[in-house]
T-cell receptor, first 111, second 115 residues
Framework: QQQVKQSPQSLIVQKGGISIINCAYENTAFDYFPWYQQFPGKGPALLIAIRPDVSEKKEGRFTISFNKSAKQFSLHIMDSQPGDSATYFCAASNVWNQFYFGTGTSLTVIP | DSGVTQTPKHLITATGQRVTLRCSPRSGDLSVYWYQQSLDQGLQFLIQYYNGEERAKGNILERFSAQQFPDLHSELNLSSLELGDSALYFC??????????????FGPGTRLLVL
């Protein structure tokens, strides 16, 4: 059973465009929602994270939007660049630091 | 570089065999997590250790086991290997066992191929 559902599976965006990746969860015990970025051959690296008491968090070109009532959160990458081409994972964790990851979105930014 | 190290980088073995994957957490991190990443299953949490003790279990098979040693490095043992065990195995570490906004730092992974 997938605790965190992520879409789309793959995404192709033109340079300068906005990339949007969506995630949904069911378990209300989750209290931390990070996004990880993974390049080929590397381990996932934390990109940005949000708490459930905040509806939006922005760090540079990356923004998380969080909808607690809908149990959904999304990653927006503004002004997407070819260097952003990677696989992005959303995740959710509980107080025991058990992390559940989405299935990943492969982002390709075309120059 | 996350500060988490994993060895070996690559491992090729045969079905039925046993292998050991090793992880050294970041300096100061007491908690170690093991994940399996495959194309069809994504990133699956296997098991967590905190300061030498098992803290949480995820989708870990009975053929798999892990431990964390007094120097805080951890080993993941995979036995009676099957073709379906071929995957990337990641180790991650964090300072504490749980808590608010606890970031996990991932190692570079061990790629296991079972032939």
């Amino acid at each position: 059973q997938q605790q965190v559902k992520q879409s789309p599976q793959s995404l192709i965006v033109q340079k300068g465009g906005i990339s949007i990746i969506n995630c949904a969860y069911e378990n209300t015990a989750f209290d931390y929602f990070p996004w990880y970025q993974q390049f080929p051959g590397k381990g996932p690296a934390l990109l940005i994270a949000i708490r459930p008491d905040v509806s939006e968090k922005k760090e540079g070109r990356f923004t998380i939007s969080f909808n607690k009532s809908a149990k959904q959160f999304s990653l927006h990458i503004m002004d997407s660049q070819p260097g952003d081409s990677a696989t992005y994972f959303c995740a959710a964790s509980n107080v025991w630091n058990q992390f559940y990851f989405g299935t990943g979105t492969s982002l390709t930014v075309i120059p | 570089d996350s500060g988490v190290t994993q060895t070996p980088k690559h491992l090729i073995t045969a079905t039925g065999q046993r292998v050991t994957l090793r992880c050294s957490p970041r300096s100061g991190d007491l908690s170690v997590y093991w994940y399996q990443q495959s194309l069809d299953q994504g990133l699956q949490f296997l098991i967590q250790y905190y300061n030498g003790e098992e803290r949480a279990k995820g989708n870990i098979l009975e053929r798999f086991s892990a431990q964390q040693f007094p120097d805080l490095h951890s080993e993941l043992n995979l036995s009676s290997l099957e073709l379906g065990d071929s995957a990337l195995y990641f180790c991650a570490s964090s300072v504490r066992a749980g808590g608010y906004q606890e970031t996990q730092y991932f190692g570079p992974g061990t790629r296991l191929l079972v032939l």
